[in-house]
């Protein structure tokens, strides 16, 4: 892969001679060879190399494919009988909110754990990374051990992360993942310090570099996060980029089902959402009439179905994408793995079936082991 | 299994009617079985259950199968491609220590982390907790977040752990282990706060308690440990007692030849070495003689030969039991597995060859996976 399609189109719609794309092309090649080459052996952090290619490029130009913006979390997984959730009254399969006190009593209370990077759209960023695309995040950790652990894996994944740690508030997000014998993941999350992310941490410089912002819904649980949001997806179309979001979880959605049903209408270009998240943001059991709904209202819309594949609506359009067959160990990080291949492979110039599978062929690395983020290497997975 | 035939034929041994010996057996059993469920659910901590149950009980019955005396240690797990090694001049699947320096290092150079609690003798113990071993561990954390999440882990798994956390010194011992696309893990050892871990730490209250001590040879490294080492070992055989030895890591052996060589002839009943570490004891390539050797030293020694199997040489009697095929995926906690099966199933007074069954199995579901811990229901899978 010398260049990328969609690089090269931009290169010469902007109306350059085909000798001054063709060099054009080629050094935009040698730079992202440099940078992932270094990046990969870890020589120089990808902050300072995003920084170095930046230099006298033209900011019309994006320079990052995509730049995530979400919660900054720790994972703490651990194996869990039905029983038990059941005995404290925790809801199989979705995420709840728990304050530092909850956090400490189920600590206690639950198994051996296993600690790793987490947060849904970081998740994305470090998969998405691991295609190949040129990825940010924006997110908040505190100044303490779990936040310098998120802040080396995610940098260690290959993803810019320019967010400044908080000192002396709340500790870094950790979420308890309670994972069931049927591999289910049933969440509960201690926000920390990403109660304090918010529309300063939003750097319209940073969004204007990325060819996509992808934000989580669970953004919206954090009140701060909430003007961020929103600031960022202005910033965003404010400077030609797409906006592109994931409903997170259908609890989440209930919780803020009108701000979700504005944002999706009015600023999201392309969405994210499993089956129970899209029929809780349209408040109805009709699979089918919510993906016409959907489709009238953003230009890309990625279904996900767990084992029955997803669903892509663009327009007239319509793909069905089978999912990956796989031994299922843990569904955590599922959704966010598949919006990640996704989105590498649509920012990379690849048509939506594509894009769709590569989605697919993400998710199903993703669940076939313990935690979140990939332990293979994607690029060699999706082929490319 | 009502209770076990060890425990019958010690308590027949001290000379009870049936009627008695029968009402006590009955006694310990639902003793175990209220433990049991309640740290399985982790309502009480096991280290209060064990003091529960001791209470009132005779000093000379073991109220432990296992104590395990080791390092404290947080694993941080990255996979690595054997260029990364080759150039930063790590030997491959042997265990360096490092410095905090070179710990820092190295983990801004290495890939996306994974963090679980660690430790040789600690995984053995967790693992042998999850067979039905009543099992405590001493070993120095500080009291730090990554000394808590090992205290919580280890005491989640069921092993008593009352040893005290360091205040005011060196962090929580991590070790920085890359697995190599071949699934061999290279261990990089700080040792933080084990340092500190010293005969103080060992209460001969505690050796008495249990049947068997077991010691791992890394705790030759810390320099306080070796008087623990010896006096722990002395206090188990002035109560009666079993003292196991794992040779860890042949690089190990190496620093510490003479003081290992004393240490098995003079001190060790039951012995595990891998090949490597048996011939690095023995300075010679041939391990047929080594293994004639050992089994001149030692009541019984636990020979591991990766995929060939083990080798059990006891007195005249010899063994040799299977390798468990699994699908290999990282190697961290291979040996540590097997010892815990073996020591779990000698314990509960099974046959040597059955006890190296059970260390097979436990190998076998260790490597299996990414991490030193097990992932799975442990009993289930030795069909015990």
Redesign the interface.
Known sequence: MPYRPAEWATIAAAGFSPEIVHSMAVMIFRYRFYWRVNTW???LPAARLSRTRNQGSDMTQATLDILGIGNAIVDVL??AEDS?LA?RGLNKGGMALIDADQAETL???????????GGSVANSC?VAAGLGARVGFLGKVAN???GQ?FG???R??GVHFPTAPLVGGAPTARCLILVSPDAQRTMNTFLGACVTFGEDDVDPAEIARAQVIYLEGYLYDPPAAQAAFRAAARAAHAAGRKVALSLSDAFCVGRHRAAFRAFVREETDILFANEAELLSLYETEDFAAAAAQVRTEVAIAALTRSEKGSLIVAGDATYEVAAVPTQVVDTTGAGDAYAAGFLAAHTMGLSLAEAGRWGSVCAAEVIS???A?P?TDMKALVGG
């Open positions: 052996h870890g020589r651990s194996r038990f005995e600590y206690q209370a639950m198994g051996p754990g296993v600690e790793s990077s470090a303490d051990g779990l652990v080396h894996d995610i260690a994944a082991h313990f935690g983020r332990q």
